[in-house]
């Protein structure tokens, strides 16, 4: 069963940084698209930032871009997302998602098939 879990959400500043990390397990991690969403209360998820299974392929949501990279270590079967310039409304529940997608350019929530339980990041004014 494929299991996607993630760490690292906790508040800090405005103009700080943070570093997520999310491991899965029961995936080929090198045909395995993983990405990054976040949903605030009274919002709908959103989508933040995807990469490739290889690893040579990135996408952005706009207003991450120049703030936040995401990567990923095939040799531990993780992903990471580096969150630099941290904005308060960039405080929500930040989850882990994963899918074998083939289209680069592939926001959609519904078309990510795995999903972490989701953690807290809050960004202080």
């Known amino acids: 069963q494929v299991q996607l879990v993630e760490s690292g959400g906790e508040l800090v500043q405005a103009g700080g940084s943070l570093r997520l990390s999310c491991a899965a397990s029961?995936?080929?991690?090198?045909?395995?698209?993983m990405g990054w969403f976040r949903q605030a209360p009274g919002k709908e998820r959103e989508f933040v930032a995807h990469i490739s299974g290889s690893g040579r392929s990135t996408r952005y949501a706009e207003f991450v871009k120049g703030r936040f990279t995401i990567s990923k270590d095939n040799a531990k079967n993780t992903v990471y997302l580096q969150m630099n310039s941290l904005k308060p409304e960039d405080t929500a529940v930040y989850y882990c998602a994963g899918g074998y997608i083939y289209n680069s350019h592939e926001t959609r929530p519904s078309e990510f098939r795995d999903w972490g339980q989701g953690t807290q990041v809050t960004v202080s004014s």
């Open positions: 029961e995936v080929i991690f090198s045909s395995y698209t």
